[in-house]
């Protein structure tokens, strides 16, 4: 008995020994890299949606689990659909972990879309993790007195869809609709952020906005929702969220594989709701540091507790996950790439 317990503890022995010093090495880095310091996390939509929500969120705990206990400073830097923001954390930023960023998914793959002001390759970026898996939809105001998708698809006139750029779920969304399933509508662009794609719609400016996102329904527009003033159309997830009411189902308008493949690329992406990115170049011990942070401030049950009181969700995603997503559409075959850039009107 005593015999087969030794090798056991020998083992367990043997790993903790080799994971101390590795994790003794990237505390050492981070400390040397933010004690005394600030990080500024750079926020590519402006104040007021999801993606401001969640980062000051993150920002508001994260200096307590990264070694050196650095102030943090959120920094909205809206444009180009979060563009913006990943072209400054790929080439403008410092790469010693001074600045993060938060961009959406869509425009994190704006490369493999051939867009070429993506001046950044998806991979090289440092993911850190991801705040929430999220299923987006589009919606309508009631005085558009739209009830439904099929309105849309029947109309005569097109009907309005704001969206803050092309690189965006919103703009990306609306073509969809409009390709796959002959949604007759115009597309808005040149709002700042989704919150001002809401605000537009109220004021009737747009009649619908899609890039609707559940965590961004519920921080932004959970009032409008409660009214009845503000109606989902359209929801995009496999599987139909209550949250979503009696919204239409793409998915089930759908009558091909091609077509369903075509739809996993574009709302796969959806899933990566809130991923934190560093820039290229960063020191793998602080890379390690930064994604162990990210994760355990994801945990924290004050962060926990602030957003239950603003009523979002946290359904975090490691780092190490969102590296090997991004890295899965690249393994994307050509010929689904090719709808969809046409689905997009972009040119090879």
Same mark, same amino acid.
């Given at each position: ?10 083992? !367990? +022995?043997?790993? $903790?020994?080799?994971?101390? &010093?590795?994790? %003794? ?5 981070? @400390?040397?890299?933010? /004690? ?48 913006? !923001? +990943?072209?400054? $954390?790929?080439?403008?930023? &410092?790469?010693? %972990? ?5 961009? @959406?998914?869509?425009? /994190? ?37 739209i009830e439904s998708l099929q309105q849309i698809i029947d109309s005569k006139t ?11 779920? %919103? ?15 115009k597309i808005v662009t040149g709002y700042k952020g989704i919150k001002d794609v ?151």
């Amino acid at each position: 008995m005593n015999s087969t317990r030794k090798p056991l503890r020998f083992a !367990a +022995a043997l790993g $903790l020994a080799l994971i101390l &010093p590795a994790a %003794g090495a990237q505390a050492d880095a981070a @400390s040397d890299a933010y /004690a005394g310091r600030q990080l500024t996390i750079v926020i590519g939509y402006s104040p007021g949606g999801g993606y401001d929500t969640y980062t000051r969120l993150l920002a508001k705990h994260l200096t307590r689990h990264i070694p050196g206990n650095p102030s943090i400073v959120a920094q909205n830097m809206p444009g180009a659909g979060s563009m913006k !923001a +990943a072209n400054y $954390l790929y080439n403008v930023a &410092p790469r010693d %972990g001074s600045y993060l960023g938060v961009f @959406s998914a869509p425009t /994190a793959l704006e490369p493999l879309m051939g867009n070429r002001n993506a001046k950044y390759e998806t991979a090289k970026f440092a993911w850190l993790g991801n705040m929430f898996r999220d299923t987006h939809g589009c919606a309508t105001w009631k005085s558009t007195g739209i009830e439904s998708l099929q309105q849309i698809i029947d109309s005569k006139t097109p009907i309005v869809f704001g969206a803050t750029s092309v690189s965006s779920y %919103g703009y990306q969304h609306a073509r969809v609709l409009s390709e796959m399933v002959g949604a007759n509508l115009k597309i808005v662009t040149g709002y700042k952020g989704i919150k001002d794609v809401g605000l537009a719609l109220q004021q009737g400016e747009v009649q619908v906005a899609c890039a609707m996102a559940v965590s961004t329904v519920k921080s932004a527009f959970r009032n409008d929702i409660a009214s009845g003033d503000m109606k989902m159309l359209v929801q995009f997830g496999k599987k139909d969220l209550p949250f979503m009411g009696k919204a239409v189902n793409f998915y089930s308008l759908l009558k091909t594989d091609e077509q369903r493949r075509v739809a996993d690329l574009f709302f796969g992406q959806s899933a990566i709701a809130r991923p934190v990115a560093g820039p290229p170049g960063l020191k793998p011990e602080l890379v390690a540091a930064l994604r162990k942070a990210v994760a355990d401030a994801a945990r924290d049950k004050q962060l926990l507790a602030d957003a239950e009181k603003i009523g979002i969700d946290i359904v975090f995603e490691p780092g190490e996950a969102v590296a090997a997503e991004f890295a899965s559409f690249y393994e994307t075959p050509p010929a689904v790439i090719a709808s969809a850039k046409k689905i997009m009107g972009r040119k090879d």
